[in-house]
């Protein structure tokens, strides 16, 4: 069985069937779709959406409801962001289990609005003040919508932070033709709630990477709050062990973890020469791209990664490898490994990819020149996969 | 509540950080002694804090307590009060946040959430050296206005008066009536909002050498009055969500339209149509219509549209792909088909045509011709007496023609993606246009 579907109707659906219940947000061109359907059918199953009177407050109110009991969404594009930027520090402080989704739209400031880009990659990683980490996944299909909403909302109740669904114009817009079973509906953990008999800190946790058990306003806990550096129980500190320990703990709890986040897709090919990287719907290009250099008898390896923060480096340094083990360019005299990474934007993963291949490649050896190019648009129109053959060399 | 609570402050935490004479102690303190009288379950209550001196105050509580960012407060507290309306919800702010909080403020009072706002008004931000705020009175000298505050204060009672909050006071830290007025408006069922003016001992009161006495003028001769300003018996947001929605409970939420293929198609290698057109003109339902019976047909099919953010002016473009296997790249370079039928989109479609070859069919309104393009031309005549295609149904009519006479799948398909996923109405008008389009293919 098949569906025509958008991404946004596929987040929507996704974040119904992940037990979202509390949604609110603020209109914004490509992002309005899953406002609306929130509104339509969230109090269907029970659940509250609003509109709030902007960006800040919408966030406030989600943020609000989670520490609540509720299992809150909300979802803008880059624009809207940029007002959510405090707030999602607060929800790192404050350890908010919390889904946001981004539809990417071309920036800067109010850019394009019905326009194609990926230039939120280092803003929603690097947009808060002080620069703790969070998690953001980033879906390349329909389906991926569908799937990774539900990841997120699985992620938030795990890691207790903002998990990002960053899309895009292209892929939350476009109709696609969705084979049903690819859409899977995983179950979502249930949030860790602190036992009513025992004694409630409420940001005691038990070990540096380690995630205290959550208890809601009006439970049977008495809950405090804050966004300001804070002890154990949640009162202001100024206490430097403390304090560093708090910030540890917020980049432990998710760095320490990154193997239950990070997702890619690989398409590793013996003997190829060519790596392409990318997310999104850039992505798609490059799967049509390794789809017609095959046809042709050329061999490349393709990577596409679904989680995007933290970086899955690993599964990037294992493709890179891979690259070396394969190549037989070396015998065919050529000395350069080359990977391309294509994206919507002025080389924001790209510049990623060159910090990991700074590093020695262990599996090559002797050691082998590795170029890195980027493939990048900013023009408001997609990555063609002849662009991406070309700048691969194997056009 | 088993046992009787003496306080709601917290003796572990007393006493409390504020500068001696500060009138934020006679706040906690009214507002202690109001939730003794009112005997609250701390378990029930929240205090919702945000920044400057006052925002130190939910430390001081034993209570739940959110310290959140500046101004953001009330946003958070509504939050809470939409996910748990059992919950007795208290904001503390003070000028400082009527300024940046100004707009959650005004649309909280606007929807008559249920909660209970202090405005701790000493005039100035005392917390970061008594810089003027939005309720600093005209004329007043703090470190940021120097020569005297040029702009005039703000009155937060009439503004949240006007906005339609449900119960509205001004006193002042030296009314003995003031734990009573606030016991008032905790027990309010909706915004509540009480704006208590008080003396900032560090800075605004030795800056301006404002006394008790300066206070008391200024609401005298000043126009602000005192007391219960405001009561509106509106219905509580949280409460009137609640109700508001109850229908709704039950019903069924998308899950969208399973199309399964039944019918056959022609298509060997990709088949990108692009269809241009006016906003309003239904461009973007007749691409989704084409790629619903491609699906419907066993294909494959994307659509991808391009409008400007006008609604109802501009052009509208939709790009349609038809493809035997999962489409990635969702762009067209150049079309196999073009479908123009407005004026509107003559930029786009000439790019089009331009790039468009021999083996290409460019299905065209008559009345946009003549074209140059290496592209076969088909003339659409929408004015055809016998038919008369309304501007709204252009696109689709069109697409009776193309599949018609391209035969990409059978027309059964398209027709039956209009029944199955049109609402009756509009079900009734698209087949009747593409009916005519069937009429108008044999001319072609």
């Given at each position: ?12 659906r ?22 609306q ?11 509250i ?8 407050a ?14 809150a ?5 880059g ?42 990659v ?38 207790r ?43 005691n946790?038990?070990?540096?990477d ?13 809950l ?21 320990r ?35 719907i ?21 990577l ?80 063609t ?9 194997v056009? | ?5 003496d ?68 946003t ?15 904001v ?45 009175p ?9 020569a005297?505050?040029?702009?005039r ?21 030296f ?34 050498k ?30 009137a969500?609640?109700k ?21 198609h ?43 953010v ?30 123009w039928?407005a ?16 083996a ?35 696109a ?17 398909a ?25 009429k108008l293919?044999?001319?072609?």
């Amino acid at each position: 069985m098949r569906e025509f579907l958008d991404g946004n109707t596929a987040i929507a659906r996704a974040a119904i069937d992940a037990g979202c219940d509390f949604f609110a947000g603020y209109p914004i061109t490509p992002a309005t779709p899953i406002l609306q359907a929130m509104m339509r059918d969230l109090p269907r199953v029970g659940g509250i959406a609003v509109q709030g009177e902007d960006e800040i407050a919408s966030i406030g109110f989600c943020i609000g409801a989670a520490m609540a009991g509720r299992r809150a969404l909300t979802a803008t594009s880059g624009p809207g962001i940029s007002l959510y930027s405090e707030n999602l520090g607060l929800a790192q402080m404050g350890e908010v289990p919390l889904v946001v989704v981004d539809v990417q739209r071309l920036g800067p400031a109010t850019g394009g609005a019905t326009t194609v880009a990926q230039g939120d990659v280092q803003f929603v990683r690097w947009g808060t003040s002080g620069g703790y980490p969070l998690i953001a996944l980033s879906p390349a299909t329909v389906a991926d919508c569908y799937n990774l909403t539900l990841r997120a909302f699985d992620l938030a109740e795990r890691f207790r932070c903002p998990v990002f669904v960053l899309t895009d114009k292209e892929v939350a817009s476009t109709m696609d033709t969705v084979d049903t079973e690819e859409l899977e509906p995983i179950p979502v953990r249930a949030r860790e709630i602190a036992s009513p008999e025992c004694a409630f800190e409420p940001c005691n946790y038990p070990s540096l990477d380690q995630n205290v058990a959550m208890s809601p306003f009006g439970g049977p806990h008495l809950l405090r709050f804050t966004t300001s550096t804070h002890d154990e129980q949640g009162y202001l500190t100024k206490n430097p062990v403390k304090i560093d320990r708090l910030n540890h703990h917020l980049i432990a709890k998710i760095e320490r973890h990154q193997d239950e986040i990070d997702q890619v897709r690989a398409d590793l090919q013996e003997g190829a020469e060519v790596l392409l990287i990318s997310y999104g719907i850039t992505a798609r290009a490059v799967e049509e791209a390794v789809r017609y250099a095959r046809a042709e008898g050329k061999r490349l390896s393709a990577l596409t990664l679904l989680s995007l923060w933290p970086l899955p480096e690993k599964a990037i340094g294992e493709a890179i490898a891979s690259l070396c083990s394969f190549s037989h360019a070396q015998e065919q005299g050529r000395e350069e490994i080359r990977i391309v990474v294509a994206e919507l934007n002025d080389g924001q993963l790209r510049r990623e990819v060159e910090r990991i291949v700074c590093r020695p490649l262990r599996s090559c050896r002797p050691q082998r020149s590795v170029q890195v190019i980027g493939v990048h648009r900013i023009d408001g129109e997609l990555i063609t996969p002849q662009q991406i053959l070309q700048a691969g060399g194997v056009a | 509540m088993s046992t009787h609570i003496d306080t709601y402050l917290d003796p572990r935490r007393l006493p409390l950080p504020f500068c001696p004479g500060c009138g934020h102690h006679t706040v906690l303190k009214a507002l202690d002694e109001a939730l003794v009288s009112l005997q609250w379950d701390p378990h029930q209550t929240v205090i919702v804090t945000d920044i400057g001196c006052i925002g130190l105050s939910d430390s001081y509580f034993s209570t739940n307590a959110f310290h959140g960012l500046h101004g953001r407060s009330i946003t958070y507290a509504t939050g809470i009060k939409l996910a748990n309306p059992d919950l007795h919800v208290i904001v503390l702010i003070g000028d400082g946040g009527c300024g940046i909080g100004g707009n959650h403020l005004i649309n909280a009072a606007r929807r008559n959430v249920g909660l209970t706002v202090l405005v701790a008004n000493n005039f100035n931000f005392g917390m970061t050296g008594g810089q003027h705020s939005v309720l600093t009175p005209h004329g007043a000298i703090t470190a940021t206005t120097r020569a005297g505050n040029l702009e005039r204060p703000l009155d937060v009672c009439a503004i949240a008066g006007v906005c339609g909050a449900g119960w509205v006071a001004r006193s002042t830290v030296f009314d003995p009536d003031l734990p009573a007025l606030i016991a008032q408006g905790l027990q309010h069922d909706g915004f509540a909002l009480i704006d208590i003016w008080e003396l900032c001992t560090a800075y605004y009161a030795p800056n301006n050498k404002f006394t008790k006495r300066d206070m008391m003028n200024l609401l005298e001769y000043g126009g602000f009055a005192t007391g219960v300003l405001i009561e509106n018996a509106r219905p509580e947001y949280a409460a009137a969500y609640r109700k508001a929605i109850k229908e709704e409970a039950g019903k069924q939420v998308d899950k969208g339209k399973v199309l399964e293929p039944r019918f056959t198609h022609s298509i060997e290698k990709r088949l990108k149509v692009m269809i241009v057109g006016a906003a309003g003109g239904r461009v973007r339902s007749t691409g989704h219509l084409l790629g619903q019976g491609a699906v419907l047909a066993g294909l494959y099919a994307t659509q991808r549209d391009d409008y400007p953010v006008t609604v109802m002016t501009g052009h509208s473009i939709c790009e349609t792909i038809l493809d035997t296997q999962p489409i990635g790249y969702t762009g067209i370079e150049r079309p196999d088909v073009l479908i123009w039928v407005a004026e509107e989109g003559r930029r786009q479609a000439m790019a089009a045509l331009t790039r468009m070859t021999a083996a290409d069919r460019a299905y065209i309104a008559g009345d946009l011709l003549p074209v140059q393009s290496e592209a076969q031309i088909i003339s659409l005549d929408f004015e055809r007496p016998d038919l008369r295609v309304r501007a709204q149904n252009r696109a689709i009519v069109a697409l009776g023609v193309v599949l018609q006479q391209e035969k990409w799948y059978p027309f059964e398909a398209l027709e039956e993606a209009v029944q199955q996923t049109q609402r009756e109405e509009i079900a009734r008008s698209n087949l009747e246009a593409l009916a005519m389009g069937k009429k108008l293919s044999i001319n072609v």
